[in-house]
């Protein structure tokens, strides 16, 4: 199976695919250092028990488990975070300010991932989520170190896709989880190793400049390796954090052109978004045929299209 549920990646890390939607679509990862673990992402509630039999497998007590950490409270990266701090009693959550009150009292962000997605998917791919106690959580600022039996890990702030969001360099690694700020790059889109890259843009905290400013801090780190949430581990390059930084302009310039139409709007910039990534993908040489290409990315595109509906009616509605 080319998307397994653990993959050994090397420096201590093993990539867990979460299963949420389809194989390869999104993933977590543990890391284990001289006896001591850390679960970087959750996936959702229903993977929870993945993590728990990968850390059994490995010959580790749950009570290894120094860190939960999530890069920012959207559910695909934090869903699972409750569960998991239930079974884990050393761990502690380390979490962005900003999200700290969501994971305590998740009855916000359940309403709000259902105002998302409706409640059908909700409740498929999600459910009920666990609050955590404020006790058990590190709120991690800017620059905050994280030390794992002696590895450092180092939390970067990084707004843009959203203000609750940072990302966490690994020294040893000299690799980057980078939650959902470097983008999105879907195995199944990839072809002879190179990535295909896409930016997410979900509701309801898109800000653009951040977002860019964001890339460019992180890519100052020099980094070798992006730990991807959307999905595994890719080799860093500039040429990856150009592609984004384009097609963040890119996306402001289609929800700016279809501003003054607010009642059709959302549906035009959707469009908009979907032409444009599929002449990206022939560009890049896609040998996909157009309905697999359709199928891989329309889910994405609907939802960077209503991030750009919120951040207009933000940042236009209000001044006209
Ligand atoms: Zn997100």
Redesign the pocket.
Known sequence: MQYPDYHDLGFGITRIDTGLIRPGFASCYLMAHEGRLAVIETGTGQTVAKVLKLINELGYEASAVDYVIIT?V?L??AGGAGGLMDALPEARLVVHPRGARHMQDPSKLQAGAIAVYGEKIYYRDYGELIPIPEERMIIAEDNTAVDLAGRQLRIFDTPG??RH?FCVYDEASRGIFT??TLGIVYPELCENGKSFVLP?T?PVQFEPDAFKESIDRLMALKPQYFFLTHYGMVEASESHADQLKQQIDDYVRIALKHKDNQASRLGSIAADLLEYTLERLRNYGSSLEENRMRQLIAGDMALNAQGLEVWLQKNNDEQS
């Open positions: 920012h959207h695909d990266h896709h959203a969001h939650g959902d997410t979900t």
